[in-house]
């Protein structure tokens, strides 16, 4: 059912719930797992020079999440590989998704509220409405 499952991951503890279910769902469909952290460029960077160290700053940083990541997942014999792509994350996950044919995309939900969503967006919001293939969201915890 799930042959490939994408995962949206930035190493919060929501993320992190995230990769529970992930990894729970590729252990108990055999599915292959991919985890993806996009990092996304400010628009009102001033010069090239200032989006290549964002983000070769960016990429020293995750690189060392998703390698944890990685770890985790592999305890169970998942098969599973990680990628950094620069770019907004909903539209990174969904354009993924679409191109490789991934059966399952897996995201966190902070949990915003209403004004905090409508002036941030919501990365699951833009996911789960414009992807075209199934998408598990995980939501925070009230306590969290």
Excluded: Q
Aim: net charge neutral.
């Amino acid at each position: 059912m799930f042959e490939k499952i994408l995962l949206g991951y930035d190493g919060s503890p929501y993320s992190e719930k995230a990769l529970t279910y992930a990894v729970d769902l590729a252990k108990n469909y055999k599915s292959r797992l991919t985890i993806v952290c996009a990092i996304h460029i400010p628009n009102f960077s001033d010069s090239r020079d200032e989006i290549n160290g964002t983000l070769d700053d960016a990429k020293a940083y995750y690189k060392d999440i998703l390698e944890e990541a990685k770890r985790k997942a592999m305890e169970f014999g998942i098969n599973v590989d990680t990628r950094i792509i620069p770019g907004h994350p909903a539209e990174i996950l969904m354009h993924i998704a679409e191109k490789e044919s991934y059966n399952l995309i897996v995201v966190a939900d902070k949990g915003m509220g209403g004004v905090k969503r409508f002036l941030m967006g919501s990365i699951s919001e833009a996911v789960v409405r414009y992807a075209r293939c199934p998408v598990l969201i995980i939501k925070a915890s009230k306590t969290e």
